[in-house]
């Protein structure tokens, strides 16, 4: 069950003293992006949409996913595709548009293992994107304690290697009127639903039928609630710690 199953979003916010906000990076050696982004350290990843599980194959964890790409120049954004079309967990590529040196595509993964299920299985919630640069994953979360950051730690060392380069704590001054009714009330589906477990258990479609709105009306509620909730807990009140 997802952790955040056990919290009404009232809750969430008033027990917001336990929480971790953390930035990992993670040189992870099964991953396309951070393979290709040590190979190409002036090209960037971002995973620009939610990360749709498929079902696993023996041992590998299949995905799918769109990312936006950025290159210095068109012809390094090229070769970076031709060297993402042949790497051997990713098993299709579709270029949804090309602007100079900027790309978004949808990938097909297979994979041995994944640092965003990874995550997600510690009880561990992302904000904001998930990027790849010069050779890592990197993450933005929110934990409950020390204990379990460990516990992820441990899981994540199994598939590569890990830095801390940002941890903190959320400062009592942060406020519930931050957050409208409408938008309160769509965490709370989420949360109830446990659409931020991993696999995801339930759409936004789902969701919106629940709250009795449309699938756009509800996304848009839930997005700004999430685009004002969880940069709180980096911008204000992250202290930078170097694990070197």
Not at 162 to 167: D, L, S, W, Y
Not at 180 to 190: N, Y
């Amino acid at each position: 069950m997802s952790y955040f199953k056990r919290f009404s979003v009232n809750k969430l916010i008033m027990t917001r003293k336990r929480f971790k906000a953390v930035k990992l990076d993670i040189s992870h050696h099964d991953c396309f992006g951070s393979q290709l982004t040590e190979r190409f350290p002036e090209v960037s990843m971002k995973i620009v949409s939610d990360i749709h599980l498929l079902k696993k194959s023996g041992t590998l964890i299949g995905y799918q996913v769109v990312v936006e790409i950025i290159a210095p120049n068109a012809r390094e954004l090229e070769s970076f595709f031709k060297a993402l079309r042949t790497h051997p967990t990713v098993k299709e590529v579709e270029v949804w548009g090309n602007v100079g040196s900027r790309s978004f595509a949808f990938l097909k993964v297979k994979t041995p293992s994944s640092s965003y299920e990874e995550v997600l299985k510690k009880g561990a919630m992302h904000f904001g994107n998930v990027k790849m640069e010069k050779g890592f994953d990197v993450h933005s979360i929110i934990t409950t304690d020390f204990s379990n950051l460990k516990s992820l730690l441990n899981g994540l060392e199994e598939i590569g290697e890990v830095k801390v380069t940002k941890i903190g704590t959320i400062n009592s001054n942060f406020k519930k009127e931050l957050l409208t009714e409408k938008q309160v009330d769509a965490l709370r589906k989420a949360i109830s639903f446990e659409y931020y477990s991993w696999p995801r258990k339930v759409t936004l479609e789902f969701l919106a039928i629940k709250s009795d709105l449309s699938r756009r009306a509800y996304q848009e509620h839930l997005r700004r609630a999430e685009s004002k909730l969880f940069p709180m807990f980096l911008k204000d009140y992250l202290l930078t710690k170097n694990n070197s």
